[in-house]
């Protein structure tokens, strides 16, 4: 599908990959409800096992999505599938589509891997824009497609980074991200009236994981018995 962005004027950009914890895929989630985002269109790979629809609630949901907040003025680029292998043919695609558009800043949305629950957020720019009451990313390796933000566009690139557990459906993550993003004035959304939503659904999510997690453990077991008798 051909986007024309030739009507949005002086937006932020938000990009979501899959990460750790799920935390920036539920982030995302949180701002195409709660914002009421439009999708605008797709985009899809060469490689067929990336391009699929699944349902929700009826309607199809796409794994790479292009979405407009007309409410906060930002376009969110939400991607739910692992693009490992597919970064730099992905990012050209992204390219074309903001060589076209007049946007202020970009914005990622990254989970950094951690092995508990203690909760912080970091950014790192190569402006001299300064967040306050954020730590500043001073040591760190930001791989695949991240780092071609930084290349291309490293007077706009913001990347926001939480710590996410890695163990588990980490929402409160996902949260510092949201959080961020509103005290940037990037979104409205009142991260608070999500909370009560979020733990009913962590509960939901993590019975899924832990019944998956049972059913392999006894399908290897299974698979390992060596029974006598």
């Known amino acids: 599908m051909f986007l024309d962005f030739s009507s949005y004027k002086n937006v932020n950009i ?54 407009y907040s007309k409410k906060d003025n930002f376009l969110l680029f939400n991607c739910l599938i692992n693009i490992s292998g597919k970064e730099v043919e992905v990012f050209n695609k992204i390219k074309k589509l903001l060589d076209n558009i007049d946007f202020k800043n970009i914005y990622l949305l990254e989970g950094i891997a951690s092995d508990n629950d203690k909760h912080n957020i970091y950014y790192y720019t190569l402006s001299n824009k300064k967040i306050k009451n954020i730590n500043f990313l001073e040591e760190a390796v930001i791989l695949g497609i991240s780092s071609l933000f930084f290349s291309f566009y490293p007077e706009k690139t913001i990347g926001l980074f939480s710590l ?66």
């Open 14 to 67: 938000i990009f979501s990959f899959p990460s750790f914890g799920f935390s920036t895929n539920l982030a995302s989630q949180f701002l195409i409800e709660k914002n009421n985002c439009e999708s605008i269109g797709h985009i899809f790979l060469e490689d067929s096992k990336f391009n699929f629809m699944t349902i929700h609630k009826g309607k199809p949901v796409w794994p790479f999505t292009v979405y």
């Open 164 to 229: 996410s557990n890695i163990s588990k459906v980490d929402f409160e993550s996902s949260f510092y991200l949201l959080k961020v993003l509103k005290d940037l004035k990037v979104v409205s959304l009142n991260v608070d009236s999500v909370k009560d939503e979020a733990l009913f659904l962590k509960k939901y999510m993590d019975s899924i994981i832990k019944k998956h997690s049972v059913a392999k453990s006894l399908k290897e077991k299974d698979e390992n018995a060596n029974y006598i008798g």
